[in-house]
């Protein structure tokens, strides 16, 4: 293919190519460089330079940084470059366009392209089998791209992962398994992020402190609130498999780490928050455990609350009103008696528990009835819509429904799936045991008193708050006039035959001469009434 005015081909470079997938003994780059030399001399060329670029693609020019000083260098040095010789056609480009783009520059500055084990020349022919070898090295690099996307589609369709495995899962031998190293801290963060309290911020301070790191390129660093993001929206982890490649979703061949309803849990929780904005969880004043009351009962006269203090010389703790209204200070110990008392005062009857607590018994096997059958029609809801999907995927692969259709369509059928999902959970139900929280009705409504005494400073106002919500009202010299809670005042009116389940407005007890929360939530007749009061893992609905 010589189309220059040189007389006498002199001079020579050599450049030398082999792909991280040809690095093979046969077809090393001392191979290559090895036939070339034997080329080089067989033709009577002098060698001036030789190029090696080791484990580049053949796709594409710009990704190939030594061919493009060896342009370069033979457009700087054109009058002393007579032949570029490689070990075959396809080593400078297995894309016929590129190869031509190559071969056009080097004709330019009068170069000739030499193949050390091809038929190269200057003649039609022969210019028009490199052409054709050209295509040929297109045509093999196409053919070994489709079989590779085949591959992969095989073995996301057989629930293989084709990528890296997420956090808490390593690869090994072609499969994805559980790492010992991150397992069970990426199942707490799970637990945890699912119990609704914590933003995506918290969640990644969490989980770098658990010790939690995302591997890039073999190092590691902490995890970003995106990349927590990530990976709580990864199927993943409930044994699915997902690609934006593919519009399928298959189950996988891994161990699943969490349940789907786990996972539709967790969406609907970050669905429903703004991250940016953090919860405070702590109260801004500190609570003082010899002041139990301190701004639970307030002042009679002004009703600010009272503050607690204690003497000049320590003797003894007292209340106040943080106004000095003028109401006289109370001794710590006599309002503290005040309170016992007050709550011996309006202690259910053992008849009104009794009653409480047969219809507590009735509405939770009602409910539990209930949830199983509206358990079975999500799942039949959840059936439909897969089948749906689906028949959906085929469309779009048939090509009915555009790629724009089909994400606008599943992500439709995803939400809803997880709105069935979310119905059916009843997770309280099938944690708690109903006879746990009888006895522990029994055990803390028989004696407010006795609880109130026996509680820790948090329980305490837990209970007091619960039973007075507007707060204790202090008339020296005793409480006076109190507004208990409607759930707590049904409690009290229970009777072992007729229970009226009304929603009831609260009452007033005149009441002269006294002074870490988990729930009880029952559903009765059209309204819900709520009672919290601390017990270790006690919170059922």
Do not use: C
């Given at each position: 293919m010589q189309t220059t005015s040189k007389t006498e081909i002199t001079k020579a470079v050599i450049y030398l190519r082999v792909s991280s997938e040809e690095q093979v003994d046969n077809f090393s780059l001392d191979t290559q460089q090895d036939i070339c030399l034997k080329e080089a001399q067989r033709r009577g060329l002098e060698v001036v330079k030789i190029f090696r670029e080791e484990g580049k693609s053949a796709k594409t020019i710009t990704g190939r940084p030594v061919l493009i000083d060896l342009l370069e260098y033979c457009r700087k040095n054109k009058k002393n470059v007579d032949a570029v010789i490689v070990y075959r056609l396809d080593r400078m480009s297995r894309q016929t366009s590129d190869y031509l783009a190559i071969r056009k520059k080097l004709t330019e500055n009068n170069i000739t392209l030499i193949s050390a084990t091809e038929p190269t020349g200057n003649s039609p022919t022969e210019k028009l089998v490199e052409t054709m070898l050209a295509g040929f090295a297109q045509l093999d690099n196409d053919v070994r791209s489709e079989r590779t996307k085949n591959g992969m589609r095989s073995r996301f369709l057989a629930g293989l992962t084709n990528g890296t495995a997420p956090?808490?899962?390593?690869?090994?031998?072609?499969?994805?398994?559980?790492?010992?190293?991150?397992?069970?801290?990426?199942?707490?963060?799970?637990?945890?992020?699912?119990?609704?309290?914590?933003?995506?911020?918290?969640?990644?301070?969490?989980?770098?402190?658990?010790?939690?790191?995302?591997?890039?390129?073999?190092?590691?660093?902490?995890?970003?609130?995106?990349?927590?993001?990530?990976?709580?929206?990864?199927?993943?982890?409930?044994?699915?498999?997902?690609?934006?490649?593919?519009?399928?979703?298959?189950?996988?061949?891994?161990?699943?780490?969490?349940?789907?309803?786990?996972?539709?849990k967790v969406q609907a929780i970050i669905d429903g928050r703004n991250t940016s904005i953090a919860i405070p969880l702590v109260r801004r004043y500190r609570d003082n455990p010899d002041f139990p009351l301190r701004r639970i009962v307030k002042c009679g006269k002004c009703g600010a609350a009272f503050t607690g203090g204690w003497s000049k010389y320590h003797q003894y703790a007292y209340y106040l009103c943080h106004k000095r209204c003028g109401t006289p200070s109370v001794k710590a110990y006599e309002l503290d008696f005040s309170t016992v008392k007050l709550l011996q005062t309006i202690t259910p009857s053992k008849g009104c528990l009794d009653a409480f607590i047969s219809l507590l018994r009735k509405t939770y096997y009602k409910r539990v009835a209930n949830l199983q059958k509206r358990r079975d029609e999500a799942d039949g809801e959840i059936k439909r819509l897969r089948v749906l999907r689906q028949s959906l995927i085929e469309k779009n692969l048939n090509g009915i429904y555009s790629d724009e259709m089909f994400k606008e369509q599943n992500k439709m059928i995803e939400e809803q799936i997880t709105s069935a999902q979310i119905s059916k959970d009843d997770a309280l139900l099938d944690k708690y045991n109903l006879e746990s929280i009888v006895s522990f009705i029994k055990d803390k409504f028989s004696d407010l008193g006795k609880t109130y005494q026996e509680s820790d400073l948090g329980q305490a106002k837990v209970l007091l708050s619960s039973i007075f919500p507007s707060g204790l009202s202090w008339g020296f010299p005793g409480y006076s006039n109190q507004y208990i809670s409607p759930m707590f005042t049904s409690i009290r009116q229970f009777e072992t035959q007729v229970i009226p389940l009304g929603v009831p407005i609260g009452s007033r007890t005149r009441i002269t001469g006294f002074g870490g929360p988990h729930s009880i939530h029952l559903t009765m007749g059209t309204g819900s009434r709520y009672f919290t009061l601390s017990h270790p893992n006690l919170k059922i609905g």
């Open positions: 956090l808490g899962y390593k690869s090994q031998n072609g499969y994805v398994v559980k790492d010992s190293k991150y397992w069970d801290k990426m199942k707490e963060a799970w637990e945890i992020i699912a119990t609704g309290k914590k933003t995506l911020s918290e969640m990644a301070e969490i989980m770098n402190k658990l010790g939690l790191r995302q591997t890039v390129r073999g190092k590691e660093y902490l995890l970003r609130p995106q990349t927590a993001s990530r990976l709580f929206r990864n199927k993943f982890y409930m044994g699915k498999l997902t690609s934006e490649n593919y519009p399928e979703e298959v189950r996988g061949q891994h161990i699943p780490m969490i349940t789907e309803a786990q996972y539709y």
